[in-house]
Antibody, heavy 124, light 107 residues
Framework: EVKLVESGGALVRPGGSLRLSCEAS????????MDWVRQVAGKGLEWVGR??????????EHAASVKGRFTVSRDFSKNSLYLQMNSLKTEDTAVYYC???????????????WGQGTLVTVSS | DIQMTQSPSSLSASVGDRVTITCRAS??????LAWFQQKPGRAPKSLVY???TLESGVPSKFSGSGAGTDFTLTITNLQPEDSATYYC?????????FGQGTRLEIK
């Protein structure tokens, strides 16, 4: 059974930093792409960033709204995905989901399994 | 960025009804379209990818169709457990983006 468990969500001041973690189990972690997707309370979904599978020459992608502030990374030995968030803004307040992306034909990968999310609140 | 627009934003239907949700992309996404179901307080769940391929375990009451810029998700024989918000999402290029969601209420 695929399991994704996020942790690290907290209340943080504007300008502060936070690191989210996602522990994965139930599948071969190194074979899959992994993403972070966020959702503002009562609002829609926004993709944040991606970590590609092991050995991929282009390991990460980031949304323009977080580029230069957030960094997606992972530790293949620990089956863990991370999101380092710096220079946090009030508009970063959201539930952050860890999402596995599976192959969807051709060279396409897309979201298939979602964690339960962790809440990040940026407020003074 | 490719904009995804869903309609309607909300709808109400009765048990046993059939409903269709529409999703329009601002440019051609070929068939790189997925649908997700989200119930209150829960994470989204993948229903459909590549426009019409059901995820493993998703019942055949859900079906997707379309190509290019216009897509639909149809749900037949509505049951109370189908009450949720449904999102379309493209993965044609970066960034992948979502529609604003369609809230489905079962009367």
């Amino acid at each position: 059974e695929v399991k994704l468990v996020e942790s690290g969500g907290a209340l943080v001041r504007p300008g502060g930093s936070l690191r989210l973690s996602c522990e994965a189990s139930g599948f071969t972690f190194s074979d899959y792409y992994m993403d972070w997707v966020r959702q503002v309370a009562g609002k829609g979904l926004e993709w944040v960033g991606r970590s590609r599978n092991k050995g991929n020459r282009n390991p990460t992608e980031h949304a323009a709204s977080v580029k230069g502030r957030f960094t997606v990374s992972r530790d293949f030995s620990k089956n863990s995905l991370y999101l380092q968030m710096n220079s946090l803004k009030t508009e970063d307040t959201a539930v952050y989901y860890c999402v596995r992306s599976g192959p969807r034909g051709g060279n396409e990968w897309n979201f298939d399994y979602w964690g339960q999310g962790t809440l990040v609140t940026v407020s003074s | 960025d490719i904009q995804m627009t869903q309609s309607p934003s909300s709808l109400s239907a009765s048990v046993g009804d059939r409903v269709t949700i529409t999703c329009r992309a601002s440019q051609d996404i070929i068939d790189r379209l997925a649908w997700f179901q989200q119930k209150p307080g829960r994470a989204p769940k993948s229903l459909v990818y590549a426009t019409s391929t059901l995820e493993s375990g998703v019942p055949s009451k859900f079906s997707g169709s379309g190509a290019g810029t216009d897509f639909t998700l149809t749900i037949t024989n509505l049951q109370p457990e189908d009450s949720a918000t449904y999102y379309c999402q493209h993965y044609r290029n970066y960034p992948p983006t979502f529609g604003q969601g369609t809230r489905l209420e079962i009367k």
